[in-house]
């Protein structure tokens, strides 16, 4: 796998489009608070930007399925670029409107890009390396975070803020360049045949997820961790007000990052001893043990741990979730699969956000850890149950085929 060029291409990419993306995320802050006094025009702001993303993502995902995924990628990556020179002209403006647009075009962007990057990682690599594969991508995802948002917070002190966008749009033009050079086969396109039925979008690809019980169980089981991540920054910025830190912040973050880092190097060789089903399962007890834990988020020490844990645990359960997708859905469906998937985190993310900020006011950090929590556990058991069931469906169906 590490001979592979493309491998290379690919991860070099997601760090540096990584970095651009986390010096823009810490520039819009910068920007908005700048400019907009009120938290909820804040996040209604925000909110459209990534309504626009979830508008188009059944277009992106027929569009993955019809034409090469390379194509789309520099097209949307592209567009990414350009939508930066919008900031700037937010920037110098001080118009809150260009800085919409420069929203809606970088989620129009994102809902192209990450489907067809998605359906060319098993383009790219054998099957038996794809789980080792995609936990180094989401620890080159997690590490330019780490960095990109340190290097913005220094540059803000540093520079004006138009050139740290300047720097994001010059890291967005190095990934399209990249992008360029990609080499895969992409000879598994959509037969003529079906060329009708291509045009019907989800409506086609709903009837496939049925078929494949173990990837509409894994679908429901990603809403375990979503949980937790949508709220994430809220739970951060309490703990940090209920034990009176602000150095705890930074604690949980790195934490965080260090055990996500740590599950997904080590999901290739936890995977020759333990089956999908099997990580699956446990990591998603984990995270919700995790979150029980932080009913005792006063204690400093337990709340690392707990950060800990649901960093380990979301290391091992992406990439294994990544791979089940990656492997048993149709290659010809695979855009379609990644966009509605995107479109379903996206919709969530943002239900789990407003609801994180309800019970947070209205029940506490504490209660609400412990709700969330049993909530995981719950929903862990009842598919663990299930689960026989689904793999004898699923070993029936691969052994007909």
């Known amino acids: 796998m590490w001979r592979n060029k493309n491998v290379w291409i690919l991860l070099t990419g997601e760090f540096i489009a990584g970095l651009g993306l986390w010096l823009g995320i810490i520039g819009n802050l910068e920007f908005m608070q700048e400019k907009i006094p009120s938290d909820f025009l804040k996040s209604l702001l925000l909110a459209a930007g990534l309504l626009a993303g979830i508008v188009v993502g059944p277009i ?22 350009v939508s930066v020179i919008f900031m700037l002209i937010a920037i110098h403006t001080g118009s809150v409107w260009w800085m919409l647009v420069f929203l809606v075009l970088l989620q129009i962007s994102a809902a192209f890009y ?28 997690t590490l330019s975070r780490v960095i990109g948002t340190a290097v913005a917070g220094i540059l803000l002190v540093a520079i004006p803020l ?131 834990l932080l009913y005792f988020a006063n204690v400093p020490a337990l709340t690392i741990i ?16 990544a791979t089940i997708f990656q492997t048993r859905v149709p290659k010809d469906y695979h855009g379609r699969f990644f966009s509605f998937r995107n479109m379903m985190d996206r919709v969530f993310f943002q239900v789990v956000l407003l609801m994180t900020g309800f019970l947070l006011d209205a029940v506490g950090l504490q209660n609400m850890s412990v709700m969330f929590g049993a909530l995981s556990i719950m929903m862990t058991a009842i598919f663990f149950i299930k689960s026989r069931n689904l793999r004898a469906m699923a070993d029936t169906e691969q052994n007909a085929s």
């Open 60 to 81: 992106a995902g027929r569009l993955t399925d019809q034409y090469s995924k390379k194509a789309v990628m520099l097209i949307s990556g592209f567009v990414r670029a």
């Open 306 to 321: 707990a950060f800990l844990v649901f960093g380990f645990s979301v290391g091992c359960f992406f990439p294994t979730a």
């Open 162 to 292: 138009n050139m740290v966008y300047v720097l994001s749009l010059a890291a967005y033009l190095i990934l399209f360049g990249l992008t360029w050079f990609l080499q895969f086969d992409e000879q598994k396109k959509v037969k003529p045949a079906k060329a009708g039925v291509q045009k019907q979008g989800f409506k086609d690809l709903f009837p496939v997820i049925i078929k494949l019980p173990i990837v509409m169980m894994t679908l429901i089981l990603v809403l375990i961790p979503l949980l937790f991540i949508g709220g994430f920054n809220l739970v951060v910025i309490n703990i940090s007000e209920l034990q009176d830190s602000s150095a705890i912040k930074g604690w949980i973050y790195t934490a965080e990052g260090i055990a996500f880092m740590s599950g997904a190097f080590l999901i290739k060789r936890i995977s020759y001893k333990f089956s999908p089903y099997k990580i699956l399962f446990s990591s998603s007890l984990l995270i919700g043990l995790s979150q029980l």
């Open 114 to 141: 990450f489907p067809a990057l998605q359906a060319a990682i098993p383009l790219v690599v054998e099957e038996n390396d794809l789980l080792q594969l995609n936990g180094v991508h989401m620890n080159v995802s």
